[in-house]
């Protein structure tokens, strides 16, 4: 005859193992994806692809502004055909920090106003 406490225990170890083989391949899955969405250990691609704006032209077509690593091309969908209008615009370039110490010139204060006399 099977014991009760033996049993309880032998179900509480299959279960924490079938727990514990689910973390690691969760874990497995999140840290070492090719995946660029996946945050982890792997190190992700740039991203070279994006819509930088968006604007309605009437009910059915947009102009898209779309963006190629540095280069954008406007776009316009949603009409018979699609078109590309313009390419090869020059993006904004990226801010940098300043080269220099920014200096803020000092001024001399100016006396209150007087509004006792009107």
Known sequence: MVDFNNLVLGVAAIL?????????????KTFFSGSPSGSGFARPRDK??????????????KLLLVRR????????IGGPIDML???GIKGRPH??????????AKSETRPAPDFSKA
Not at 69 to 76: C, N, Q
């Open 16 to 28: 924490f193992l079938v727990a514990l083989g689910s973390l690691v391949v969760w874990a497995f």
């Open 48 to 61: 070279r692809l994006g819509v930088v704006e968006t604007g309605s032209v009437d009910a059915k077509r």
């Open 69 to 76: 690593d540095d280069v954008e091309h406007l776009v316009m």
């Open 85 to 87: 209008i313009e390419t």
């Open 95 to 104: 801010l940098e920090p300043p080269l220099e110490d920014v200096i803020i």
